[in-house]
């Protein structure tokens, strides 16, 4: 079935121009602005949102409350067990939590092929947990995401119930899944240019 999206590049002038204004307030994390460029580069192509993956250490009331959590340090690289401890440090009140979240993309195409193929393109590279999360003649949306991911309880109202060992291993973990994931963005980012080929040689 050839399902494409109605105002396409009605949508994606729109987009971009939110890209535009995001980039001048600086609410795009700064490594993932190639592939952003490369993507909507693309005739078929536009991104509606991303997160290059972070590392973070969250206070929240309970756990998956994201409306009143509050982070306590959040990185987009590597981080050192101090940097950790520091953040820790500030915990007060509620659940506190150590957090790996790999990269996300949202990536609209114009038609259902341009979709699989982008789709397929990312579960090859890694991305496996990647999907169409919207089917329709109004959006054609592919999610671009990775398996990695840590959940670390930590303590709660400001007891730790670990040691710095044992913050020093997971972070160690921590910064193992982020270079992986960011090497699968790397790649990713090389690609691109590839499926642009593909793209301009169909008739």
């Given at each position: 079935?050839?399902?494409?999206?109605?105002?396409?590049?009605?949508?994606?002038?729109?987009?971009?121009?939110?890209?535009?204004?995001?980039?001048?307030?600086?609410?795009?994390d700064?490594d993932?602005?190639?592939?952003?460029?490369k993507?909507?580069?693309?005739?078929?192509?536009?991104?509606?949102?991303?997160?290059?993956?972070?590392?973070?250490?969250?206070?929240?009331?309970?756990?998956?409350?994201k409306?009143n959590?509050?982070?306590?340090?959040?990185?987009?690289?590597?981080?050192?067990?101090?940097?950790?401890?520091?953040?820790?440090?500030?915990?007060?009140?509620?659940?506190?939590?150590?957090?790996?979240?790999?990269?996300?993309?949202?990536?609209?195409?114009?038609?259902m092929?341009d979709?699989?193929?982008?789709?397929?393109?990312?579960?090859?590279?890694?991305?496996?947990?990647?999907?169409?999360?919207s089917?329709?003649?109004?959006?054609?949306?592919?999610?671009?995401?990775?398996?990695?991911?840590?959940?670390?309880?930590?303590?709660?109202?400001?007891?730790?119930?670990?040691d710095?060992?044992?913050?020093?291993?997971?972070?160690?973990?921590?910064?193992?899944?982020?270079?992986r994931?960011?090497?699968?963005?790397k790649?990713?980012?090389?690609?691109?240019?590839?499926?642009?080929?593909?793209?301009?040689?169909?008739?």
């Amino acid at each position: 079935m050839f399902l494409y999206t109605k105002n396409f590049d009605e949508q994606k002038a729109r987009a971009m121009a939110g890209l535009r204004k995001a980039l001048e307030e600086g609410k795009v994390d700064g490594d993932i602005i190639p592939l952003l460029d490369k993507i909507n580069s693309l005739e078929n192509y536009f991104t509606t949102s991303s997160c290059s993956g972070r590392i973070s250490v969250m206070e929240m009331p309970d756990f998956g409350d994201k409306v009143n959590s509050v982070w306590l340090g959040k990185w987009h690289r590597e981080v050192s067990v101090e940097e950790v401890l520091e953040a820790i440090g500030r915990h007060e009140k509620g659940q506190l939590w150590f957090l790996v979240r790999s990269p996300i993309l949202h990536v609209a195409a114009r038609t259902m092929e341009d979709a699989v193929r982008l789709l397929n393109l990312a579960i090859g590279l890694g991305f496996k947990y990647s999907n169409i999360k919207s089917v329709s003649h109004k959006k054609l949306l592919v999610e671009i995401r990775s398996t990695e991911r840590m959940d670390v309880p930590l303590g709660k109202d400001g007891e730790l119930w670990v040691d710095e060992a044992y913050i020093e291993r997971i972070v160690n973990i921590a910064n193992d899944q982020l270079r992986r994931f960011k090497g699968k963005l790397k790649r990713l980012e090389e690609e691109i240019e590839k499926l642009s080929n593909i793209t301009q040689a169909l008739p």
